[in-house]
């Protein structure tokens, strides 16, 4: 392996190659890839063939190129695509043309590509590639936003002369830049499918619900201010991706975050604790465990203005009349099904264990995670310190810990405390 290139080895990437001028910069990604110790399927559909020859591909790549779902004169392999989706530890998608994408985003599966994508469980890295006005149309910008929502990652094609000559946005970002993004996707605690298969053998969630809040709300006080914390997302996200990796089905409602969407789970967007309270209640029945980790607002202005408030011309103080927003997790618990597993977070700077403990009764809940958010690496960073109570059980307190670790510690502990009850 190269110095200057990430350690891939033992990596498997699926490359999709779609049908652009651009995919002669797939044989160097692939070279790229391979020199980075990863092990690479290339699939191609039959429009990218008439840009570049399978043959190149396969060479570099080591292995034979694959386009259809139904190959001729092939009998029996008609499920590799469901295989492959299970190998893959990333999924790239570079160049991906308008067409491919609007495939990705309505799921169509007419093609090995597509189909791969639809099977795949792991990171997925689209990488838009096609002419300037095709690009920022509002019909595929449009389909990149619905790829984002359902947890691809895009990387926005750059700048400069297009085949065309036309100058704009448009052109594949180089494969270097490529290969430096589905690394960082794949991340450290990512580990080769091999290896991640023993985690999710240990406390799997096929065939398995799991919905995830995530992030602060927003509650408007008029058109341009709002009431909100500063809640990050971050638990919630990686509590989302940590699920999806062990096979569940996972949704997140996630309140307004900077984050991109964990691979693997189907997100919806909302703002405020009513839009957040529809969208939980809705799919409270299929639900099998629901993480409720976002920062709820716990009031909402009573009346919020239609247009902006304009401030009034006196020295008095500004009274503001703010109403209960629903409890999200306390309906849950209500209408809670006896094999349904509730867990809900606490923020606490006083009393916590005592309150934590109210809070689970009170909310008819299976686990409470409390942090003090005054104490060092505990409150809305990147880190958090938690104890975790369960009902009629101990408290035990977890170390201080980056969230995408903590997240993988809940899940242990509540899977394997109610996989083993049966
Ligand atoms: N929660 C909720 N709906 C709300 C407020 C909170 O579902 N309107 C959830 C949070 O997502 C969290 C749990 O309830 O999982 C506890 O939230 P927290 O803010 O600590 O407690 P509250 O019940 O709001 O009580 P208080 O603010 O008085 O501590």
Redesign the pocket.
Same mark, same amino acid.
């Given at each position: 392996m190269s110095a200057s290139l990430p350690d891939l080895s033992g990596r498997h990437v699926v490359l999709g190659v779609t049908g652009s001028i651009a995919a002669y910069k797939s044989a160097l990604l692939v070279r790229l890839l391979k020199k980075a110790g990863a092990e690479v399927q290339v699939l191609m559909t039959p429009g990218a063939e008439r840009f570049i020859p399978p043959l190149t591909l396969g060479t570099l790549s080591e292995k034979e190129v694959l386009t259809e779902i139904f190959p001729e004169n092939e009998e029996g392999s008609w499920t590799k695509h469901v295989a492959l989706g299970q190998w893959a530890d990333l999924f790239v998608v570079a160049p991906a043309t308008a067409q491919t994408i609007a495939k990705l985003a309505h799921g169509f599966c007419d093609s090995m590509l597509t189909a791969t994508a639809l099977s795949a469980r792991c990171p997925l890295l689209v990488c838009p590639t096609m002419d300037r006005d095709m690009y920022r149309h509002a019909a595929t910008q449009d389909n990149l936003e619905r790829l984002r929502e359902i947890g691809y990652a895009v990387m926005p094609a750059e700048h400069g002369e297009l085949a065309s000559g036309l100058v704009g946005k448009g052109r594949m970002p180089e494969p270097e830049a490529i290969l430096e993004r589905g690394a960082e996707m794949m991340g450290d605690e990512h580990k080769p499918a091999a290896d991640r298969a023993s985690d999710s053998d240990t406390f799997p969630l096929t065939d398995t619900e799991v919905l995830v809040?995530a992030g602060p709300?927003r509650e408007p006080l008029d058109p341009v201010r709002v009431l909100t914390n500063p809640s990050t997302g971050t638990m919630g996200y990686a509590l989302a991706e940590a699920a999806a990796r062990r096979g569940a089905s996972v949704t997140l409602v996630s309140g307004p975050t900077t984050l991109d969407p964990p691979p693997g789970s189907e997100v919806l967007h909302v703002q405020t604790?009513e839009e957040?309270?529809e969208a939980?209640q809705a799919r409270r029945d299929t639900a099998d465990y629901v993480?409720?980790?976002?920062?709820?607002?716990?009031y909402t202005p009573a009346d919020p203005s239609s247009t902006k408030r304009k401030k009034e011309d006196t020295d008095e103080d500004l009274a503001l009349h703010l109403c209960?927003?629903?409890?999200? *997790?306390?309906? *849950?618990g209500a209408y809670k099904r006896p094999d349904q597993v509730l867990?809900?977070?606490?923020?606490?700077t006083d009393d916590a264990l005592e309150?934590?403990r109210h809070?689970l009764e009170?909310?008819n *809940?299976d686990w409470?995670a409390?942090n003090n958010p005054t104490e060092e690496g505990a409150g809305f960073g990147p880190t958090n310190r938690v104890t975790l109570l369960r009902r009629n059980g101990p408290a035990e307190e977890l170390p201080l810990m980056p969230k995408a670790d903590l997240a993988k510690a809940l899940l242990d502990r509540v899977l394997m405390s109610h996989q083993e009850q049966g």
């Open positions: 809040t709300t604790a957040m309270n939980v993480f409720m980790a976002a920062a709820v607002a716990d209960r927003t629903p409890d999200i *997790l306390k309906t *849950l867990i809900g977070f606490a923020l606490e309150n934590a809070k009170e909310k *809940l409470i409390v």
